[in-house]
């Protein structure tokens, strides 16, 4: 199976921060990595896909980039709605694998 | 609008079979390019791919979970049916089931994203 690795787990910033959050995948995937926002109480939902892609609702301070191994979700300017918890998942493979997660808050 | 919920028990003891019920809206499961998968979350953890069906009933499977689950439909009901046998404390989680589009990517060997999730059914595993 592949592994996914979010890095850091969680992580603290202030409302206008740049939000980097990391994952990683134990073999090359391509660019087969979505990323998904979960807030709290609430379902998972699609955010980006094939690194990325954002989905139409994303606003565009949200971006993805990577390819193989290694990709970044970045948040330009945190805002207080995207606190959540962010998900990374690849489908190079069955059986298809999420990262542990990594809860954003702000300080 | 496509639209899942999840339903069945809350509570199952250990060693019964667990058999939760995915009713969706908005579109046909006889539609040869859509996909439902259940995907589980123990509380304050991470996301876990459990099963996804095809149109053509085909079930793909976890590899660690493949031995304990089915994962079935039934069109006329609108409902994907998923059962997992023998359940564990350690099974305790939120249940989600998920679509898939298939019209505009492949969905083999598996689905590549989910999207829209259903609101999820927290089953405990408790004697």
């Known amino acids: 199976d592949i592994q996914m690795t979010q890095s850091p787990s969680s992580l603290s910033a202030s409302v206008g921060d740049r939000v980097n959050i990391t994952c990683q995948a134990s073999?090359?995937?391509?660019?087969?990595l979505n990323w998904y926002q979960q807030k709290p109480g609430k379902a998972p939902k699609l955010l980006i896909h094939d690194a990325s892609i954002l989905e139409t609702w994303v606003p565009s301070r949200f971006s993805g980039r990577g390819s193989g191994t290694d990709f970044t979700l970045t948040i330009s300017s945190l805002q207080p709605e995207d606190i959540a918890t962010y998900f990374c998942?690849?489908?190079?493979?069955?059986?298809?694998?999420f990262g542990g997660g990594t809860k954003v808050e702000i300080k | 609008q496509v639209t899942l919920k999840e339903s069945g028990p809350v509570l199952v003891k250990p060693t019964e079979t667990l058999t939760l019920t995915c009713t969706v809206s908005g579109f046909s499961l006889s539609n040869a390019r859509v996909g439902v998968s259940w995907i589980r979350q123990p509380p304050g953890k991470a996301l876990e791919w459990l099963a996804h069906?095809?149109?053509?009933?085909?079930?793909s499977y976890s590899t660690s979970l493949k031995n304990r689950l089915t994962i079935s439909k039934d069109i006329s009901k609108s409902q994907v049916v998923l059962a997992m046998t023998n359940m564990d404390p350690v099974d305790t989680a939120t249940y989600y089931c998920a679509y898939t589009d298939c019209s505009t990517t492949s969905c083999y060997p598996g689905p590549p994203w989910f999207d829209p999730w259903g609101q999820g059914t927290l089953v405990t595993v408790s004697s």
């Open positions: 069906i095809f149109s053509n009933d085909e079930g």
């Open positions: 073999q090359g995937i391509s660019i087969y």
């Open positions: 998942q690849q489908y190079d493979n069955l059986p298809l694998t």
